[in-house]
């Protein structure tokens, strides 16, 4: 800080200065310069400046014009610092005065006396003081650090709590929930994530338009009024919407998950609390998935006659359990290569008694979501899962079909080191014309940092590939079910040595 002397004449325009007597316990942290200190800033008598007079209750009044200009800190006089440095005619009493420590007042007619001793004073402005006071101790500091960090914890929590299965341990299965309605036909994580779900839904109908403009164009017809469907396909916003549209065009719809990991719980909340009966959450147990695939189609006075399938689970549960539901089924739709392959298979051996469709070799299927939806999704959910960065790693992806395509572009734009296997010549020769280099996963498996599936084929990655794996591997498998990837005999066997993350 510095201080400024000037005139009388202009002491009316400087800032008050407010003055604070200090305890010796608080004259230590404070800030601001003592009496002692502005004493010691004072030249030397002779050197020309002005210096600033003493305090006006103990020194008698300016002699007049004749003795010099006068200076002043502030236009209150009882606020100066007493025994400030005035004009001195010997230059033996300032120099005593700077090595005893102490003060001295000079007289008009040139008597040097001993200033008495006070408590030390501070210059110090109001809200610099207000600044100080604000400063946290040690304590105080620590305190305001756990502050923020549990803020910001608290504020992440909440919004992850949406989706997040593990902050209630309790199962769904033991709840006894009901919606605004009070219909109990539903099994959800939490009934009360319905509205943040709904929000949800509406921002995915805004992507969707097609379905929607179905949906205001026949929703007055009810074409499908009578049709009874159950399903079983990965609920998100974006299948919300293709339910909510059934529902609108008049059919009856009971729905369960196909992954026991995709399932957003905010979502399913915001289906049942619209009245559909949806039994699903996220981090099902296998016997999870099969209670709520039987709960779908185990009604008493309900009976469905359409299938909205997604890997074949429910065509396969139906098939076991309730094999005379087909007399009164209509039709499948199944929209996955598992699915279809498993399709195909009960077509072979005589089983297939009703009509299916196979909209997976559909070309809206086939070029836009097996591409351009797997594009992102790759990189969403190893992000979501891992939060690793993609540049710079070694990444092999297992089939060039449209879902590897997808795959290989995303991780290339990202930087990552792309590698790709193929038996099929035709998208092996397109990938090698793509600029992916194509390998044997035998021959990488060593150094890769992440093996991706892409095949819809079973035993890609088997025990001798995890084996031969670095340590911190990620496995992951974009196909609809597991059995790319060895993940049973992983579990069951004995430890290989190292940490391999299995992401489905």
């Known amino acids: 800080m510095s201080v400024q002397v000037v005139s009388a004449a202009a002491a009316a325009k ?3 200065v407010e003055l604070k007597d200090l305890s010796p316990s608080e004259a230590e942290p404070q800030l601001g310069l003592s009496t002692a200190a502005v004493s010691a ?10 210096e600033a007079p003493a305090p006006a209750g103990e020194r008698p009044p300016a002699p007049g014009p004749a003795s010099g200009p006068a200076a002043a800190l502030s236009p209150a006089a009882g606020k100066v610092p007493q025994a400030s440095a005035m004009k ?3 230059p033996h009493h300032q120099h005593q005065r700077h090595r005893d420590g102490g003060e001295a007042l000079v007289s008009p007619d040139g008597t040097v006396t001993e200033a008495p001793r ?23 500091r620590r305190s305001l650090s756990r502050s923020i960090s549990q803020s910001s914890t608290d504020s992440y929590s909440s919004a992850a709590s949406y989706t997040d299965s593990s902050d209630d341990e309790t199962s769904p299965r033991d709840k006894q929930q009901k919606n605004s309605k009070g219909s109990s036909d539903f099994c959800v994580k939490n009934i ?20 929607m403009a179905l949906r205001k164009r026949a929703q007055g017809e009810k074409p499908l009024a009578g049709a009874k469907i159950v399903g079983c396909t990965h609920i998100t916003a974006q299948t919300a919407v293709l339910m909510e549209t059934l529902g609108a065009l008049g059919a009856q719809c009971r729905w369960a998950a196909c992954n026991i990991y995709s399932t957003l719980n905010e979502v399913a909340a915001a289906l049942a609390e619209s009245g559909f009966p949806v039994f699903a959450w996220k981090g099902e147990s296998e016997d999870d998935f099969w209670w709520c695939i039987d709960r779908c189609v185990n009604v008493e006075g309900w009976q469905p006659n359409m299938i909205l399938d997604d890997g074949g689970d429910l065509t396969h549960w139906i098939y076991k359990k309730y094999p005379n539901m087909f007399k009164k089924i209509k ?3 199944e929209e996955s290569v598992t699915g279809v392959h498993r399709l195909y298979q009960l077509s072979k051996a005589g089983k297939l008694c009703v009509p299916a469709m196979n909209v997976n070799d559909s070309v809206t299927k086939q070029k836009f979501d097996n591409l351009y939806c797997c594009r992102e999704s790759i990189l969403d959910g190893l992000k979501r899962t891992t939060d690793m960065m993609f540049g710079g790693k070694q990444v092999v992806v297992c089939g060039y079909g449209e879902v590897g395509k997808g795959c290989c572009a995303a991780l290339k734009a990202m930087g990552s080191i792309v590698y790709v296997t193929e038996i099929d010549p035709i998208c092996a020769l397109q990938a090698c014309m793509d600029g992916f280099r194509l390998v044997k996963l035998n021959e990488v498996i060593r150094q890769v940092d992440i093996v991706i599936t892409c095949t819809g084929n079973k035993n ?10 670095k340590n911190s591997c990620i496995v992951c498998n974009m196909g609809h079910s597991n059995t790319e990837i060895d993940v049973h005999l992983l579990l069951c066997s004995a430890e290989i040595g190292r940490t391999v993350y299995v992401v489905e």
């Open 88 to 90: 001195r005619s010997d």
């Open 331 to 333: 039709g499948i739709v």
């Open 41 to 50: 800033m004072a030249p030397p008598a002779g050197g020309g400046d002005p």
């Open 460 to 469: 890609v990655v088997t025990r001798e590939h995890l084996d031969r794996m």
């Open 192 to 211: 009360k994530q319905a509205e943040f779900g709904r929000r949800e839904i509406e921002i995915a109908e805004q992507e969707m338009p097609a379905l």
């Open 118 to 140: 006070t408590v030390k004073k501070q210059i110090q402005f109001a809200d610099q003081k207000q600044e100080f006071n604000k400063r946290p101790t040690k304590l105080g």
């Open 14 to 16: 400087v800032p008050e």
